[in-house]
């Protein structure tokens, strides 16, 4: 079984900065194309970031392009996405995402595995 967690989430202000962390447990981490999604309050769920594990660079959502960044330690199954220059359409549940899929993955249906999301707030 795999297990994504979560954490990082917290309250901010317009401007600041937060760090997600994701640390995935079972599976094979190198083999795993990582992402993070948000959930917006009366909104789709919406891809964010992610990070393949062979073949392809780094993806970017548009609304976060030059702001976020997301980076992957294999020795440690861990996943993080650095938040800079937050907004507060910024708020909401980000979610850590796994696939044994190749290359670029940006829909969410090819995701297996889920963590329980962490909730950002930006203020303004």
């Known amino acids: 079984q795999v297990y994504l967690v979560e954490s990082g989430g917290g309250m901010v202000q317009a401007g600041d900065s937060l760090r997600l962390s994701c640390v995935v447990s079972?599976?094979?981490?190198?083999?795993?194309?990582m992402a993070w999604y948000r959930h917006i309050p009366g909104k789709e769920r919406e891809f964010v970031a992610m990070?393949?594990?062979?073949?392809?660079?780094?993806t970017y959502g548009d609304s976060v392009k030059g702001r976020f960044t997301i980076s992957r330690v294999n020795t440690k199954s861990t996943v993080h996405l650095q938040m800079d220059s937050l907004k507060p359409e910024d708020t909401g549940v980000y979610y850590c995402?796994?696939?044994?899929?190749?290359?670029?993955?940006?829909?969410?249906?090819?995701?297996?595995?889920w963590g329980q999301g962490t909730e950002v707030t930006v203020s303004s």
């Open positions: 990070v393949p594990w062979i073949g392809g660079n780094k």
């Open positions: 995402a796994a696939s044994n899929i190749p290359g670029i993955v940006r829909l969410p249906e090819n995701y297996d595995y």
């Open positions: 079972g599976g094979t981490f190198r083999k795993f194309a």
